[in-house]
């Protein structure tokens, strides 16, 4: 069993629709969940992240955490196709300590 | 403000050779992170600093690989008699004090 595991997609979304993105992690010692997105070709960058159980909105993103059931989600608002990209899922355990990474998640938002 | 540089943003070399990734963090990041990511998949841990002080090397494949940061601010990774395996990107990340990670745009190996 993967650490940290995502559903590769490709999650197709019409524009304008909820795009629902889920990440699963086996450590129950985990502390910070961030969400990265990643376009074809470029480097990570930072979404947003969350430390707390329940939802974080920032934007037209928002992140639920529920680590009861350890799972994180990333909820995308009024897709647009400029948010075609891969959603990557990362957690750490403690502050300072490295992120551990899902496969990512591909998600096509089609006109 | 500029953000995380490395270099060279693509590097080839022959099986056997030795390699030097370099890493420029953002000015004032105390962490300074090393992974690799192969192609279609997240990225995997290799290294931490924090400052001069490497943290933790578990994520380090084997000891042909190490990595320095000996004035807390820019890292070296090298790795040793380069294979073909290593190919891969491989990227740095830096963080103020541990919390959110920014990326560099990372220096792509090919080991031919």
């Known amino acids: 069993q993967k650490e940290v595991e995502q559903n590769s997609g490709p999650l197709s979304v019409p524009e304008g629709a909820i795009a629902s993105l889920n990440c699963t992690y086996s450590d129950r010692g985990s502390q910070s969940f961030f969400w990265y997105r990643q376009y074809s070709g470029k480097s990570p960058e930072l979404i947003m992240f969350i430390y707390s159980n329940g939802d974080k909105e920032d934007g037209r993103f928002t992140a639920q955490l529920n680590k009861a059931s350890q799972y994180v989600s990333l909820l995308i608002r009024d897709s647009q196709p400029s948010d075609s990209a891969t959603y990557l899922c990362a957690v750490r355990k403690a502050a300072g300590n490295k992120l551990t990474f899902g496969g990512g998640t591909r998600v096509l938002v089609k006109p | 403000g500029a953000g995380v540089s490395q270099s060279p943003r693509y590097k080839v070399t022959k099986r056997g050779q030795d390699v030097a990734l370099r890493c420029d963090p953002i000015s004032g990041h105390v962490s300074l992170y090393w992974y690799r990511q192969a192609l279609g998949q997240g990225p995997e841990f290799l290294t931490y600093?924090?400052?001069?002080?490497?943290?933790?090397k578990s994520g380090l494949p084997n000891d042909r690989f190490s990595a320095e940061r000996p004035e807390g601010s820019i890292s070296t990774l090298t790795i040793q008699r380069t294979e073909q395996r290593d190919s891969a990107m491989y990227r740095c990340a830096s963080s103020l004090l541990g919390d959110e990670q920014f990326f560099g745009p990372g220096t792509r190996l090919t080991v031919l």
């Open positions: 600093f924090n400052y001069e002080a490497q943290q933790d």
